[in-house]
T-cell receptor
Framework: GDSVTQMEGPVTLSEEAFLTINCTYTATGYPSLFWYVQYPGEGLQLLLKATKADDKGSNKGFEATYRKETTSFHLEKGSVQVSDSAVYFCALSERSGGYQKVTFGTGTKLQVIP | EAQVTQNPRYLITVTGKKLTVTCSQNMNHEYMSWYRQDPGLGLRQIYY???????DKGDVPEGYKVSRKEKRNFPLILESPSPNQTSLYFC????????????FGSGTRLTVV
């Protein structure tokens, strides 16, 4: 079945550092890929998405590129802020029979220190 | 404001006492889903619904029921809660298959003692 693997956290960075959170996936077809962010005490929010190979999703300074050859969708940001501290989830979405099957990674906690 | 509303936010109950967690969305989304979030396990799907009166099991459906009588509402029912259902629950909705991400509710933290 489908699966999503994220790097273990927590990831601790100083403000203005470069961020990479790795995400790789296995899927039977051609999934859409997503990054969600969860701030403390809140639900998940869609951060960015890419629906086909080589697409780049971007939002709020975060970027991720759909790499079919390496089955990866790594999240990057050039300069993190304290307000980026949250848990980040990689996910894929694929048609399975007649419905939408969404598979989430286990999440990576990011801590940004001033 | 487009949103998914869950109630209650926090709930402490005793083993065996039936409870319902409500979920409502105002975006006219067809797809709705319930997830539970547990440390180290990420999010696991409990049930989902593709449209009114169409529901099906996710990965961890045991001990839960759902219904979809109206497009906007998708309640989660625990007929006889047990301590292993202590978790953080999220309702989510989506406009359509695959290419659209989910909009999540704020979560319901359930403790069963």
């Amino acid at each position: 079945g489908d699966s999503v693997t994220q790097m273990e956290g927590p990831v601790t960075l100083s403000e203005e550092a470069f961020l990479t959170i790795n995400c790789t996936y296995t899927a039977t077809g051609y999934p859409s890929l997503f990054w969600y962010v969860q701030y403390p005490g809140e639900g998940l929010q869609l951060l960015l998405k890419a629906t086909k190979a080589d697409d780049k999703g971007s939002n709020k300074g975060f970027e991720a590129t759909y790499r079919k050859e390496t089955t990866s969708f790594h999240l990057e940001k050039g300069s993190v802020q304290v307000s980026d501290s949250a848990v980040y989830f990689c996910a894929l979405s694929e048609r399975s029979g007649g419905y939408q099957k969404v598979t989430f990674g286990t999440g990576t906690k990011l801590q940004v220190i001033p | 404001e487009a949103q998914v509303t869950q109630n209650p936010r926090y709930l402490i109950t005793v083993t065996g006492k039936k409870l319902t967690v409500t979920c409502s969305q105002n975006m006219n989304h067809e797809y709705m889903s319930w997830y539970r979030q547990d440390p180290g396990l990420g999010l696991r799907q409990i049930y989902y619904s593709m449209n009114v009166e169409v529901t099906d099991k996710g990965d961890v459906p045991e001990g839960y029921k759902v219904s979809r009588k109206e497009k906007r509402n998708f309640p989660l029912i625990l007929e006889s809660p047990s301590p292993n259902q202590t978790s953080l629950y999220f309702c989510a909705s989506s406009r359509g298959p695959t290419d659209y991400g989910y909009t999540f509710g704020s979560g319901t933290r359930l403790t069963v003692v």
